[in-house]
């Protein structure tokens, strides 16, 4: 299996921008057996599109609440998922909110933040999956919602994790045919594949456990659904899911334009604030932020 950076989010990087890339993961042979079927066609394509660079698009349809739905959001993003950099601009009701991540962390900037919630001359939230939170519920519910427009989560759970697959048939992805499955994939399970060659990933998983109340100790399977829309060339080009959580609903990620070059640009350190330094009343009133505009 090649060598590839961890994609995932982590929060909390100020005293440290510049982040090492993380080894590439792999078992204790240095390499994977391939699924069968319909699952390893999934798995073939994923790892693929994980060596890609591309140009995501992005709807948000919020959780039905009462009867209701929010109308969706939508935003564009550009992912080197090989080295997994990545940046979002996604449009609301509120204004436009921004997300950065690198190998090893993850920025928000939200458009409009409660007074007095960050400090002064401070714009963007960072966390980081090194520190161990004192309120682990709510730096697990920021990392589950900022992740969920990360293409690089949902394929790298799909790559490490994936239990079962089956063919739903053929589907028009931006006009191009491409045969769409439905993957049950084991968060415990990718979790657990990663293990110490990827802990940003490990623990990403495992904030994700947390926000929606699992326990990545407790025995049995924590399933998630992933559609994956594999395109003629082998390549995922489209991903839906609900990621759990996340208190977003459902996202859905069109990936296209592949190839290229892309370096993700992070902003200022002197901009940034860490949210395991906030009170854990500010901590939950972004959450509450993020969820008002993105569910």
Same mark, same amino acid.
């Given at each position: 299996?090649?060598?590839? =950076?961890?994609?995932?989010?982590?929060?909390?990087?100020?005293?440290?921008?510049?982040?090492?890339?993380?080894?590439?993961?792999?078992?204790?042979?240095?390499?994977?057996?391939?699924?069968?079927?319909? #699952?390893?066609?999934?798995?073939?394509?994923?790892?693929?599109?994980?060596?890609?660079?591309? +140009?995501?698009?992005?709807? *948000?349809?919020?959780?039905?609440?009462? %009867?209701?739905?929010?109308?969706? #959001?939508?935003?564009?993003?550009?992912?080197?998922?090989? =080295?997994? &950099?990545?940046?979002?601009?996604?449009?609301?009701?509120?204004?436009?909110?921004?997300?950065?991540?690198?190998?090893?962390?993850?920025?928000?900037?939200?458009?409009?933040?409660?007074?007095?919630?960050?400090?002064?001359?401070?714009?963007?939230?960072?966390?980081? #999956?090194?520190?161990?939170?004192?309120?682990? =519920?709510?730096?697990?519910?920021?990392?589950?919602?900022?992740?969920?427009?990360?293409?690089?989560? $949902?394929?790298? &759970?799909?790559?490490?994790?994936?239990?079962?697959?089956?063919? #739903?048939?053929?589907?028009?992805?931006?006009?191009?045919?491409?045969?769409?499955?439905?993957?049950?994939?084991? *968060?415990?399970?990718?979790? /657990?594949?990663?293990? /110490?060659? +990827?802990?940003?990933?490990?623990?990403?998983?495992?904030?994700?456990?947390?926000?929606?109340?699992?326990?990545?100790?407790?025995?049995? *399977?924590?399933?998630?659904?992933?559609?994956?829309?594999?395109?003629?060339?082998?390549?995922?080009?489209?991903?839906?899911?609900?990621?759990?959580?996340?208190?977003?609903?459902?996202? =859905? *990620?069109?990936?296209?334009?592949?190839?290229? %070059?892309?370096?993700?640009?992070?902003?200022?350190?002197?901009?940034?604030?860490?949210?395991?330094?906030?009170?854990?009343?500010?901590?939950?009133? $972004?959450?509450?932020?993020?969820?008002?505009?993105?569910?």
């Amino acid at each position: 299996m090649r060598r590839r =950076t961890s994609f995932s989010g982590v929060l909390g990087l100020l005293a440290a921008i510049a982040v090492a890339a993380s080894p590439a993961r792999a078992d204790a042979s240095g390499t994977s057996p391939v699924p069968s079927g319909s #699952l390893g066609t999934v798995t073939t394509a994923v790892e693929r599109t994980l060596d890609q660079t591309v +140009i995501v698009s992005i709807v *948000l349809a919020g959780a039905r609440v009462f %009867g209701s739905a929010p109308p969706p #959001l939508r935003g564009q993003g550009h992912f080197d998922l090989a =080295t997994g &950099q990545g940046q979002v601009t996604m449009h609301g009701p509120s204004g436009t909110e921004k997300r950065i991540f690198l190998p090893a962390a993850v920025f928000l900037h939200e458009p409009a933040t409660p007074a007095g919630v960050l400090p002064k001359g401070k714009t963007w939230i960072s966390a980081g #999956l090194t520190e161990y939170p004192t309120d682990v =519920t709510a730096f697990s519910e920021f990392v589950a919602q900022v992740e969920g427009v990360n293409p690089g989560l $949902l394929l790298e &759970q799909v790559a490490l994790g994936g239990v079962s697959a089956v063919s #739903l048939g053929q589907r028009q992805v931006a006009g191009v045919p491409a045969t769409e499955y439905l993957v049950n994939v084991d *968060l415990k399970r990718a979790a /657990a594949t990663a293990g /110490a060659t +990827i802990p940003g990933l490990r623990r990403a998983i495992g904030y994700q456990l947390v926000a929606a109340g699992g326990n990545s100790t407790k025995r049995g *399977l924590v399933l998630q659904k992933i559609r994956v829309w594999v395109d003629g060339a082998g390549r995922a080009v489209q991903l839906q899911a609900s990621p759990p959580g996340s208190g977003i609903g459902t996202t =859905t *990620l069109a990936m296209g334009r592949f190839g290229g %070059g892309f370096r993700a640009t992070t902003p200022a350190r002197a901009e940034v604030v860490d949210i395991a330094t906030l009170t854990p009343g500010g901590e939950q009133e $972004l959450i509450g932020g993020i969820d008002s505009d993105a569910a």
